[in-house]
């Protein structure tokens, strides 16, 4: 850290460099139990796919390519803002226009902020379209466009039924990110020293990226079956 | 800015994200069988890679950190691959394909 | 750190537990003792909750009718006892008790490395298990603790959404505890405290830590489909839509077979402590004693399947998982094995502590080897759902690890209150906790021997004298249960003091003064010794008045050290 003197040390901590690789570290292990928390629905979906591949290649021909592309980019777009920005808090030096810092961080977690909803808009907008389709899972779930071999034994429900359940999993989490991040966006733009909340960032950067490594998953395993 | 030279990772990662989103993409029209999946996963995987170790800091990070990542990656994989020994050798879907349109017509 | 030297002396009676006395100075504490005390009142609590759930049923079940219970009330009562039990008792029990108020003392830190996660972690457990409670009290869920689908997801009358969201929000508490755990012990260990000098009780909190970030997770997602399938009525495990029950088996069995370990690998570390310190000799084999403990959390991870033999699951995966299963019994008997030869011609006093340390060996192997013949398929399809399995993992779960629960509480109790409770009634107790717990669950091996299966309120007449002699072992039972309550309560009010270091243990926990002061240590102590440093021939103790007395006047002191200028 180069400017650790502004950074107040927590009591179970000797020093900054400690108290930064325990925020970073404890962040990951975060992410591990993330990682298992969608992978019982990565489980289920592996199972179903197996069981039921002319299902998942049936319901995948009802998304749109390229909107979920689209919504890939938007996220991985922010993922570098937000990027840029951690090393921005992390590198600027004691002396730097603490002003233009704040400005900097500002505009680049503002501009994810929006990113974020613009990607959630995207994935709302999917959802209206399949509900409006008849195709929101459950009593009320319309097979009849499609062929008999996945109609008939309801084997097409299962594909959207994971796939409401794991996108909105991650719509959840979106929703998370877009809190922290907008937050954080406010917070440092605000702040009088904004290298004092480094660990923060790194931290909801991590949880950021994480998100969007959920999606990268989801885009080819929903949209991409073919 | 004087760090600007350090920020260039992160373009040429932005740029290489953008690059296999749009192989994944193209792939996605060329029928490769059960491949498909394959290579779908695989620039999925690369891609998580590349997020984590550039964007997410893992080429710098503690070895400790790399080591929950992995971890995570891992347990997953034990559940994945001891949950596919059961179904692989169930035969559950050749039984299930009859026997769920009595189900359906058994029910109340 | 020259200050704290003269806060000490001049402050002698400051310490963690009459540092601020008000409710608002115990409620919004981080101190990570306080928030073991926290704990350990709360799981107290939820432990006479559960077990007057299996009073009533006990009860019920002195009889072959069933006259006391409805057959509904019976299964709310069970499916209360293993979820209370479980979520709100053995698994916070060690770890959140006794391995929060210990990893910073016994690795040398000042706090654990996010305080303020570890109280939120409390009100996150408090939240949920009062949750569950209300869930209780506006009429029950009767899935048992096992939620199994379609039942669960199709099925019951119950409140299984409200009961599954309770377990739900524990999960998070569970998941901090065990992050905060792991960081803690990677990064705030003292000077000269590398990994080999830990103690055992740190490296089972260590595995068990990361069992419940990696396991936790899993069953949240399979408890929130569950909901998502009653709300939305879809199908992910109804067969009648496409969906495999079985499913959930397999979610809910990836967390729940790891979290038996979290159930036991605490009170391994317990008695790895009590057996070197009661046996004046260091412990046997420290090195495979701490791997066992990694290589039964890793393991505990492959062997979900064998919960599963006669569900419905492929045979072939049922032969591997049966292996698997086996696997862990390497790990286990490694642990038994080098508890006995640390006994060896140890010096043994047999102390409380020791006596439950002591029980716990000898019932766990019991629970272990009776594993062992769970794990066996072919065995298994006739024991499977019957009284065997519960007297199965009662032995581990209440043979073992209430038992190394109670006998850890006895030995760091003077650590905890500065206060020694009553010798002879502890001796006493821990002698009626043994002979209750067996002859309340060893009729229930010949039980599910002969065919009585588990969950059913009504049994054959011939089965009754099993069951009568079970319920009378309960009683028994219960009757050790509460006398702690009372003799520890005294001892903290009129007790005797301790002294600092009555058994004369060597673990880093002791060095700091009993009970501690806020912040542990009044010089952050350096570690230049390994751990369980008790000489290594010949006794060092002797015992004289029931206490335990050095032999020669100079015992190896141990310096303590500031971690400034080294």
């Known amino acids: 850290m180069s400017h650790s003197t502004t950074i107040e040390v927590a009591l179970p901590f000797d020093d900054a460099q400690q108290q930064r690789s325990a925020a970073i570290l404890g962040m990951w292990i975060f992410l591990a139990t993330e990682i298992l928390f969608f992978g019982g629905l990565f489980v289920g979906y592996a199972v179903y796919r197996y069981e039921y591949f002319e299902a998942f290649r049936e319901g995948s021909h009802e998304m749109s390519v390229v909107g979920g592309g689209l919504m890939t980019a938007v996220l991985l777009i922010g993922s570098l803002l937000v990027a840029i920005s951690d090393h921005a808090i992390e590198e600027a030096s004691a002396d730097i226009d603490q002003r233009k810092l704040r400005r900097r961080l500002g505009g680049y977690l503002g501009a994810t902020t929006l990113l974020g909803v613009a990607f959630l808009s995207m994935e709302f907008y999917e959802y209206y379209e399949l509900i409006h389709k008849g195709l929101f899972p459950g009593p009320g779930f319309d097979a009849s466009s499609f062929p008999a071999s996945v109609r008939d034994t309801q084997t097409i429900q299962m594909y959207f039924t994971l796939f409401f359940c794991m996108t909105g999993l991650h719509a959840l989490h979106m929703v998370i990110g877009i809190s922290l991040v907008g937050g954080m966006a406010v917070l440092l733009s605000r702040s009088e020293h904004p290298q004092r909340y480094a660990n923060l960032l790194t931290g909801i950067g991590l949880y950021w990226h994480f998100v969007d490594v959920i999606w990268i998953f989801l885009y080819p395993l929903f949209y991409l079956v073919r | 800015m004087s760090h600007s030279a350090e920020l260039k990772p992160l373009f040429y990662n932005f740029a290489a994200l953008m690059v296999l989103l749009a192989i994944t993409i193209g792939m996605s029209y060329v029928d490769l069988g059960a491949f498909n999946l394959f290579v779908a996963l695989l620039i999925a995987g690369i891609k998580t890679f590349l997020v984590a170790l550039i964007f997410m800091n893992l080429r710098s990070t503690s070895n400790v950190s790399r080591l929950a990542a992995v971890g995570g990656l891992l347990w997953l994989g034990f559940a994945l691959i001891l949950t596919a020994a059961d179904y692989h050798s169930r035969g559950w879907n050749e039984a299930q394909a009859h026997d769920l349109i009595e189900v359906e017509q058994a029910r109340p | 750190m020259k200050s704290g030297m003269m806060e000490h002396a001049l402050n002698n009676d400051t310490n963690y537990l009459n540092d601020g006395t008000t409710l608002r ?422 039980l599910g021997y002969l065919g009585n299966p588990r969950r059913y309120h009504v049994y054959p007449d011939e089965f009754q004298v099993f069951h009568v002699m079970s319920s009378l072992g309960a009683s028994i039972l219960g009757v050790g249960y509460v006398l702690p309550l009372f003799y520890l309560i005294w001892s903290y009010k009129f007790g005797r003091s301790s002294g600092q270091n009555p058994w004369h243990a060597r673990g880093v926990e002791w060095e700091a003064a009993s009970p501690p002061i806020k912040h542990n240590f009044y010089e952050v102590p350096v570690v230049d010794y390994p751990a369980y440093d008790y000489p290594p021939a010949g006794p060092d103790f002797t015992m004289s008045e029931g206490e335990l007395e050095p032999t020669s006047p100079e015992q190896p002191q141990r310096r303590i050290t500031s971690s400034h200028g080294t």
């Open chain 3, 25 to 446: 100075s115990w409620l919004l504490t981080t101190d990570h003792k306080r928030i073991g005390i926290l704990y350990m009142l709360s799981i107290t609590f939820f432990f006479f909750i559960g077990g007057a759930a299996a009073v009533l049923f006990r009860l019920e079940l002195m009889t072959p009718r069933g006259d006391m219970l409805s057959p509904d009330a019976y299964n709310k009562l069970f499916s209360l006892h293993g979820i209370v039990m479980v979520w709100f008792f053995l698994i916070p029990a060690v770890p959140n008790v006794l391995g929060n108020f210990l990893i910073p003392l016994m690795i040398g830190a000042r706090d654990l490395a996010f305080p303020r996660l570890n109280l939120a972690s409390w009100y996150i457990f408090m939240a949920g298990g009062l949750f569950t409670l209300l869930v209780i009290i506006i009429g029950g869920v009767d899935t048992g603790w096992t939620f199994y689908t379609p039942y669960s997801s199709t099925y019951a009358n119950t409140y299984v959404i409200l009961a599954a969201t309770g377990i739900f929000i524990n999960g998070f508490s569970s998941i901090a505890t065990g992050l905060n755990f792991i960081v803690t012990i990677h990064l705030l260990r003292a000077p000269g405290m590398i990994w080999f000098r830990l103690p055992l009780f740190v490296w089972t909190m260590y595995a068990t830590s990361l069992i419940m970030v990696l396991a936790t997770p899993v069953l949240a997602v399979a408890l929130a489909l569950i909901a998502v399938e009653r709300i939305f009525h879809v199908g992910i495990f109804d067969p009648a839509i496409g969906g495999d029950p079985l499913l959930f088996q397999h979610l809910f069995w990836f967390y729940s077979h790891p979290a038996v370990y979290i159930m036991i690998l605490p009170g391994m570390g317990v008695v790895s402590e009590i057996v070197p310190c009661f046996a004046r000799k260091p412990l046997f084999g420290y090195t495979f004693v701490a791997m066992s403990s990694l290589a039964i959390a890793s393991l505990g991870f492959l062997v979900w399947g064998h919960h599963m033999f006669v569900s419905g699951q492929s045979v072939y995966a049922g032969l591997i998982f049966s292996l698997l299963s086996m696997l862990v019994a390497i790990p286990s008997a490694i642990k038994v094995f080098n508890w006995t030869a640390t006994l060896y011609k140890g010096t043994i006093f047999l102390k409380t502590p020791m006596l439950y340390a002591l029980g716990f060996i000898g019932l766990f192997t019991i629970g272990g080897l009776t594993g062992i013949c769970l794990a066996t398929l072919a065995f298994d399809i006739h024991v499977h759902d019957t009284y065997f399995i519960i007297a199965h993992f009662h032995y581990v779960m209440v043979g073992g690890m209430v038992m190394a629960y109670l006998g850890g509480i006895h030995f760091w109790w003077p650590k905890m209150t500065g206060k020694m409770y009553n010798e002879w009634l502890g001796r006493i107790n821990a002698l009626i906790v043994f002979l209750g717990f067996n002859l309340a669950f060893f009729p229930q091996f010949i």
